[in-house]
């Protein structure tokens, strides 16, 4: 506890500060000069900006430290003064983003040659990004006035940190109206064009990444904020010129043309698929089928697929012949001709514009024999999880588009237990025109495309004998020694797939007539696999790799069986039960304040006195079904505590006497007189279900005023009973009692809330109930 010992120091900032001669330089050598800087320190803060130490601070962050320095402490006062400019400090803010000299000094940084240093990028564009957050119309007047800023900006677009003072003109702009301002000046820029060619095969691969990044986050960027408007809000011009045919066409025009690199094939594919989204995954780099287009946010304008459909033809000869890569050395060999991102992003590609259902995409996917390409790749790369998590989607999409209210269970399940999986929603939903969603297509036309896509996954692209095959080849090289294909997963879901869809789904007599029309061995072939085969692989993959039935503690205590049957009923009705009982004020008043914990040092009383102070409703009355229930279940399981009696029913009512008592057990307790506070020492003695107490000081009596019902030490008793004891025929009910002396002789006794609880029932009708 730093404060406890009051180790705070007085920061030297205050010292320098006295002294007429102090430089920007000195302070910024003190630790704390950023705490106090945000702390508000006002004599720090007036220093700091004052002409010299705003003009020196703008210039550290601007211009690159000397090489001789050492290169640990290089950077050290650009690092500072970048804090310092944007501590977020309203009166530097003010004189920073209203000195346009100062503002000026920044703009020239742009002006360099690239390229730029990548950390005095990263202060210029964290400088420039909060002056847009917190002095907008200042900053964005001055940017509007320089005619050459978003050229110098994508002249700089390798460095990471000009794509992100793109995104702060694009997002931290407020309010709406002047937002939408600066989204029509950087249309009128030209801004998505230029970027759509800086992803060109002759561009350095780090601008071609930055530019297709940036398109990718303006696209999710523009949708979002577009959710969250209202509908009146005038559409936004960058995501409109994004999703035009003319755009798209333009972008795989630069994909295509000239040389394919695989740096501008991956570059532009992404965009693609960015704009293909209908959803955004609530986890990044999730891999599940859910993760893309199975849950709807966004529509597809239809001109992004006009635009795509005609270079189909070209995704398909990158899958034949793909940018050539050297081979390289895996963990399961050296692989000759590697799959290649190209490849991948390809598969990722014709997966998105499968869930589209568009029809004219999917019958020139059919034409092009796509998907047959795509399994060749997937049972050829038998170790590639990218690759065979795309093919399974497009299985996926293929079998289950028009299940809308369905999803796909991950994992692999028993076909018997599975509901097939969900594909994405209804065609008329999935496209639209230029702008607004698609219009419902002709439900005759669906139906036979779907046919279409389903015979030619059955027929050309031979699914079932695919599957057969490889489960035979695996089985044979596993009986061999070898290791099981990394495929296995993936092909045991596509099986799934097709018997969840067989046995109940949209294309169910389609599959049926289709598996029918199949050789006959390979139909023989088949009903085993999946009767035999895929059965037992279900049961194993479904099996608990740790049985919890038969795990118990480690305690003392295992041995013992519960008293207390594993019922769930009457388990919650005990526990309703305990609740009933204990009133509010019990939580409330149960435990110490952290005050009282000093205040009972010298007094040991006074944890008793707390203790005492707890409050319990118990109402002895209540013959709710709970009580009911625990009472015959103590009845059943509660063994009885005198073993040589066990032939008595310890429940059983009987008649309570109080002779005297032949063989006892004694037991001295101090018990408070609510009234006087006093605590006479007091003997307990029980047999069996007699128990009579003894009041008075050790080794002689006290005079301590007692409960009715009590007789004095110094009182006469009855004729056979010895002085001290109590004469429970004039007992008098716990009900005329201070509440404080039950609880206290509870508390004295070891009686727990537990015992308080349980027990109510039990005692109820010989001491806690009265006899009238």
Known sequence: MFWKFDL????????????EDVTLRELMEEDDVLQECKAQNRRLLLFLSQDHCMTELVNL??????????????????????????????????????????????????EQEPPLNPLLASFFSKTIGNLIARKTEQVISFLRKKDGFIGLVLKHIDASAMMDLLL??????EP??????????????????????????????????????????????????????????????????????????????????????????????????TLLETRRSGLEGLMDL??????????????????????????????????????????????????????LHVARLVAALLQTSAPSVCQELCKLTTMDQLLDLFFKYSWNNFLHFQVELCVASILNHSVPEERPIPGLQNHEEEKPPAGPENQGEAVGEAGEPAKASDPVEETTLHNTLVAHLFQKCRLVQRILDAWEENDQIQAEGGARRGNMGHLTRMANMVVQNLEKGPVQSQISDLI???????????????????????????????????????????????????????????SDYQIQQMTANFVDQFGFNDEEFSEHDENINATFDRIAEINFNLDADDNSANATAFEACCKER?????????????????????????????????????????????????????????????????????PAGWDSPGGSGGDKQEAGWANFTEFQPFSRWEPNTLHTILYTFDVSVWDIVTCQTVFSKTFFKSPT
């Open 8 to 19: 705070h120091t007085t920061s030297h900032i205050d010292q320098l500060l006295d002294r």
């Open 61 to 110: 962050i601007t211009t690159e430290p000397p090489a001789d320095l050492e290169e640990k402490s290089r950077f050290k006062f650009p690092n500072i003064a970048c804090e310092l400019l944007t501590s977020d400090v309203s009166l530097i803010n003010d004189k920073l983003g209203g000195d346009e000299s100062l503002l000026e000094t920044l703009y020239h940084f742009l």
């Open 168 to 173: 702060r003109l694009i997002s931290c702009v």
């Open 176 to 273: 709406a109206p002047l937002r939408q301002e600066v989204l029509n000046w950087l249309s009128e820029e030209k801004l998505i064009q230029r970027l759509t060619e800086l992803i060109h095969t002759g561009k350095d691969e780090e601008r071609q990444s930055n530019a297709s990044q940036t398109l990718c986050d303006i696209i999710r960027l523009s949708r979002d904020q577009a959710n969250q408007m209202q509908e009146n809000v005038e559409a936004d011009p960058l995501l409109a010129v994004l999703e035009s045919q003319e755009s798209v066409a333009g972008l795989l025009k630069t994909m295509f043309e000239g040389e394919r690199s695989e740096a501008s094939i991956v570059n532009g594919t992404q965009v693609l698929l």
């Open 290 to 343: 859910y993760s893309q287009g199975y849950e709807r946010s966004y529509t597809v304008n239809s001109s992004i697929l006009h635009a795509i459909e005609p270079h189909l033809k070209d995704f398909q000869q990158l899958l034949l012949n793909p940018p050539k890569k050297s081979a390289i050395l895996t963990t399961v060999g050296l692989l000759e001709e590697p799959l290649g991102n190209a490849r």
């Open 516 to 574: 029918k029309e199949l050789p006959e061995d390979c139909k023989g072939r088949w009903e085993s696999f999946v009767d035999e085969t895929l059965r037992e692989t279900n049961r194993r993959n479904t099996v608990e790799l740790v049985s919890t039935h038969n795990l118990h503690s480690s305690s003392e205590d295992d041995d013992m069986e519960s008293p207390f049957p594993n019922d769930l009923s009457l388990q919650q009705a005990f």
């Open 638 to 706: 509660i063994r009885q505590f005198d073993d040589a009696e066990e032939e008595d029913d310890i429940w059983e009512e009987k008649e309570i006497n109080y002779a005297t008592q032949v063989k006892s057990r004694t037991r001295l307790v101090k018990i408070q007189d609510p009234k006087t506070k006093l605590f006479p020492l007091t003997m307990l003695s029980c047999e069996g279900p007699s128990w009579t107490a003894s009041f008075g000081e050790a080794g002689g009596n006290s005079s301590s005023p007692g």
